[in-house]
C-alpha cells in the first residue's frame, strides 16, 4: 500500500511518477492527458494508496454544466427516432451531429446492444388526509399486494398508523419511516397494480414542470417495455421505435434485455460533497445466465458489447463485480464514477443528464469528464434538447 499522505506537497511530490504508474496499471484506459483526480480514484479503487491528498478527492461540484432552462425537453419528439444524436469519439475526442437512426451507421454487424426492458409503474398517486390536507405519494416499489415503499409529500411529516384517502376514497395506511422512504399499506384494496391502473399518474420527473398526460402513457415508456417495476424510465431506450429495432435483425446486430427497475439509487440528487461519501439507494435487477452466454460469445467474435442506457451500464458491471460476467438476480447499490474499470461495456448509448448527478458521473467514468464537459458545451451551443424526453449521445468507449 502505498503511503500518500493528505496534504498538497505529499501531492506535488507524486504526482511525477503518478502517470507513468498508472498507465502501467491500465495502459487501455489512461491517456498521458487523464486528469489527476481520476488517476488517484483508479489507484484507490485498486488499493494502491489509501486515500487523495488533501484537495483532490473527487467532489459533486466537479461535475458541474450551465444549462439554459429552455433547453430542456418538456415534451417528447413528434416521433420516438426524430431525437437528435450527437456520437462521441473517446478516443480522439470528436464529435459528429446527426439524428437518431445515423446510429446505424456507428453499429457493426456482430455487435450486441443490451436494453433495459422494465416498465414504468403509473406511481404518482394524489390523496388527503382526514384533516384535508393534501397528499402525495410516490411508490417506489411495490413490496407485495399491500405493502409498498414510497416517497410522501405533505404538509407535515407522516407518523406511523397515519391513514389517508387516495383519489377515489381507497385507504392508506403509514405502517413505518424507512430513512427516505415510508412502508405503507394498502388497507382494503389488495393490489397495489390494480391501483396504478384506476388512479395511477405517470411519475414524470421534476424537471418536467407539467402534469402527466395521454401522450405519456405511450412515450415515457420504451417499445420493449415488459417486466413492470420502475418509478423512471430508461429513457436511453425510448428513442427506438419497432422499425428501428427491425432495421437492427436485418443488419445483423444482436439485441438482448436486462431489467433493473429504475428506483431511487438513479434519480435521487447527490448530497454530499464527495463522492466517495456518497451511498446509493439499491435497486432491484436481473440479468440471466442466456445472455452471459451471449456477451461471451459476441466478445469471442470480436463483437462489441453496447449498453442502452446507464442503467444497462449498472446491471452488466453489477454482474461482472467478481471479475467474470455472471448471471445476476437481486439487489445493486453500484455507483460509477471516474476511476471506475469498466469490465462489460464497450460502447454507450444516452440521454444527456443533469449536472451533478449520478448519471453523468458514469458517463464521465465511461470517456473521460473532459470529453464529457466539452460534448455538453457544445450541445448547449448546437440547442440539443437534454433530458429524460431530450436528444440522445452516442460513447465509443476508449478501447
Not at 455487435?111 to 382526514?130: E, S, W
Not at 424507512?178 to 390494480?194: F, H, K, M, P, T
Amino acid at each position: 500500500m502505498l503511503e500518500i499522505g493528505r496534504n498538497a506537497s505529499a501531492c506535488g511530490a507524486f504526482t511525477i511518477g503518478l502517470r507513468s504508474v498508472f498507465a502501467a496499471i491500465q495502459p487501455k484506459y489512461c491517456p498521458l492527458e487523464f486528469p489527476l483526480t481520476q488517476a488517484f480514484a483508479v489507484l484507490k479503487k485498486a488499493q494502491l494508496v489509501e486515500s487523495f491528498p488533501q484537495g483532490l478527492a473527487l467532489k459533486v461540484s466537479d461535475f458541474h454544466f450551465d444549462l439554459p432552462e429552455e433547453l430542456i425537453a418538456h415534451y417528447p419528439a413528434k416521433d420516438r427516432s426524430a431525437s437528435r444524436l450527437l456520437h462521441l469519439n473517446s478516443q480522439s475526442g470528436q464529435l459528429d451531429h446527426g439524428v437518431f437512426p445515423d446510429l446505424l451507421n456507428y453499429l457493426r454487424p456482430g455487435d450486441l446492444l443490451i436494453f433495459n426492458n422494465t416498465r414504468v409503474m403509473a406511481a404518482r398517486l394524489y390523496g388527503h388526509k382526514p384533516s384535508g390536507g393534501k397528499v402525495e405519494l410516490l411508490v417506489e416499489r411495490v413490496i407485495d399486494g399491500q405493502l409498498a415503499l414510497a416517497m410522501l409529500k405533505s404538509s407535515k411529516p407522516a407518523r406511523p398508523g397515519l391513514q389517508f384517502e387516495l383519489d377515489t376514497g381507497i385507504l392508506v395506511e403509514v405502517v413505518e419511516r424507512r430513512e427516505a422512504l415510508y412502508l405503507i399499506r394498502l388497507v382494503d384494496e389488495c393490489d397495489w397494480n390494480a391501483v396504478f391502473e384506476r388512479i395511477g399518474h405517470m411519475p414524470l420527473p421534476p424537471y418536467i414542470k407539467r402534469d402527466d398526460e395521454k401522450v405519456d402513457e405511450d412515450r415515457y415508456q420504451t417499445v420493449y417495455s415488459e417486466k413492470l417495476g420502475a418509478v423512471a424510465a430508461p429513457t436511453a431506450g425510448l428513442h427506438f421505435d419497432q422499425a428501428m429495432m427491425s432495421q437492427l435483425k436485418e443488419r445483423s446486430i444482436d439485441i438482448g434485455f436486462v431489467t433493473l427497475h429504475v428506483g431511487l439509487g438513479t434519480f435521487l440528487p447527490v448530497r454530499v460533497d464527495s463522492l466517495e461519501e456518497h451511498i446509493m439507494h439499491s435497486e432491484w435487477m436481473e440479468l440471466t445466465a442466456d445472455l452471459v452466454e451471449k456477451i461471451n460469445l459476441t466478445r469471442r467474435q470480436g463483437g462489441r458489447v453496447i449498453a442502452v442506457g446507464t442503467t444497462s451500464v449498472r446491471c452488466l458491471e453489477s454482474a461482472a463485480k467478481s471479475g467474470a460476467l455472471q448471471a445476476y438476480c437481486g439487489e445493486t447499490d453500484i455507483f460509477i464514477y471516474p476511476g471506475y474499470q469498466f469490465q462489460v461495456v464497450d460502447a454507450l448509448l444516452t440521454n444527456f443528464h443533469l449536472s451533478q448527478s449520478t448519471l453523468i458521473m458514469l458517463v464521465a467514468a465511461f470517456a473521460g469528464w473532459d470529453n464529457i464537459k466539452h460534448a455538453y458545451e457544445t450541445a448547449v451551443e448546437e440547442r440539443y434538447r437534454f433530458f429524460s424526453y431530450g436528444d440522445a449521445m452516442f460513447i465509443d468507449g476508449k478501447t
